[in-house]
């Protein structure tokens, strides 16, 4: 070998012993799984981040629908109806599969939970054989009753002796009504905190007896009743230490062709007033005491609805209950409510025409809210546009307020509403 040939070969030699190429090569081949995995974990994980906001608000909307409705037989479907409004179909282009949609519901303690989980085909993680990942979503909420008091304004008539149009009782009707809005209210509890319900029972007055202290005739023989006082005194929470009450001594009536009614005072009802009153079993027996007899006088229903709620009548105890009751209108968390329903229109039987009672209804209504008293108003088998039907319309603090019940399945499911309405939802998890 020449000496030229042999030069050339050894630089030959030592430039490949320096060539490093094929090494690079060798790692780089090595390395490309485990970057392409990184680069997938963070691609495909961020996409399921993304998924798993989703359906976590998705979840929340839901829960929140099933509490609002956990007494109604169609809760589970809105639970359902409002998870796929907030998780639609093709979201980000993933395909969820398996989807789970479970309820468990709680309705002694209020709660329902509604949990998800979503099965995402990943993209870049199918390198290293992780085809799906896995996010899941939980929310609980639970019921929990504002701070409040309730009066119930509830005509109790002769109208509510007879029967709607579908043939259902229209007194049993109230009673069953009445009794599904404390189901929702207390649940299965006896008493909740911070929450009284009063109940005014009306015709064309309002039984307050046994309190006579508030007569100017203490000693009289009455049924429980009192007359109108003289000007605004009687359309707003004047105490009656301020102007006591007349006994009321309209004499008995006599229509002329029922001797049953000249046997009694006719527009007292038998039922005496429910002031606020914390024991759920105590409402419920009142409600069951409910006896259909009279006359129409919303406006003296409205305004002892009124003064149950006063917390002018709170000095002195003038209701005879708890004397720490009515509390004041600012009271912090707590909220005042007035539930008013009738079947008729004002039919007064001691000389004051309908129309003046109907002022005094809508003056009563306007001066409660003014006094910041949430009021609800409800008519019952009562032609939506009549006189009675729009003074309630106006009467409720709004429109959304107001229902109109044709028959005693509609009386209910306005109570349900309102029910409802006064229950507060807040996520406990």
Excluded at 68 to 95: C, H, L, W
């Amino acid at each position: 070998m020449s000496h030229s040939i042999w030069t050339s070969l050894k630089g030959r030699l030592r430039a490949f012993k320096k060539d490093t190429r094929g090494a690079i090569a060798v790692l780089l081949a090595v390395a490309i799984v485990p970057l392409v995995a990184i680069l997938g974990l963070a691609t495909d994980a961020a996409r399921g981040y993304m998924v798993k906001a989703r359906l976590s608000q998705a979840i929340d909307a839901a829960a929140l629908a099933g509490g609002r409705e956990i007494f109604e037989s169609y809760r589970d479907a809105d639970i359902q109806k409002y998870f796929d409004a907030n998780f639609p179909t093709g979201y980000m282009g993933v395909e969820v599969t398996d989807l789970v949609l479970t309820k468990v519901t709680d309705e002694v303690e209020g709660t329902v939970t509604v949990t998800a989980t979503a099965t995402v085909d990943t993209t870049f993680l199918r390198v290293i054989k992780v085809d799906t990942v896995q996010v899941s979503a939980r929310a609980v909420v639970q019921r929990a009753v504002r701070g409040m008091e309730l009066v119930l304004v509830l005509d109790v008539t002769g109208s509510m002796n007879q029967n709607d149009d579908d043939g259902n009782h229209k007194m049993t009707s109230l009673k069953t009504a009445a009794h599904t809005l404390l189901d929702i209210l207390f649940g299965e509890n006896e008493t909740v905190d911070d929450f009284w319900v009063g109940i005014v029972p009306f015709a064309n007055r309002v039984n307050v007896n046994p309190h006579n202290a508030w007569l100017t005739d203490p000693s009289a023989t009455w049924y429980g009743c009192t007359e109108l006082r003289s000007g605004t005194a009687d359309e707003d929470d004047t105490t009656p230490g301020s102007q006591p009450f007349d006994v009321y001594t309209n004499p008995l009536y006599d229509s002329g062709s029922s001797q049953y009614w000249k046997t009694i005072d006719f527009g007292c009802p038998t039922m005496a007033t429910l002031p606020l009153t914390a024991e759920k079993t105590t409402i419920d027996a009142k409600i069951d005491e409910l006896l259909p007899l009279g006359g129409t006088r919303t406006d003296v229903g409205m305004v002892w609805g009124w003064r149950v709620l006063s917390p002018l009548w709170r000095p002195g105890n003038l209701w005879g209950y708890d004397a720490t009751l009515p509390l004041d209108y600012d009271t912090p968390l707590m909220e005042k409510v007035a539930i008013i329903m009738s079947d008729g229109k004002n039919e007064p039987i001691d000389g004051t025409s309908a129309t003046t009672a109907n002022n005094r209804l809508a003056a009563v209504c306007t001066a409660m809210k003014t006094a910041g008293i949430t009021v609800y108003t409800i008519t019952f088998d009562v032609a939506v546009g009549s006189t009675i039907d729009n003074l309630f319309a106006a009467c409720a603090s709004d429109a959304s307020h107001h229902f109109n019940s044709t028959t005693g399945t509609d009386l209910e499911a306005a109570f349900n509403v309102i029910g409802a309405e006064l229950s507060n939802l807040r996520l406990a998890e």
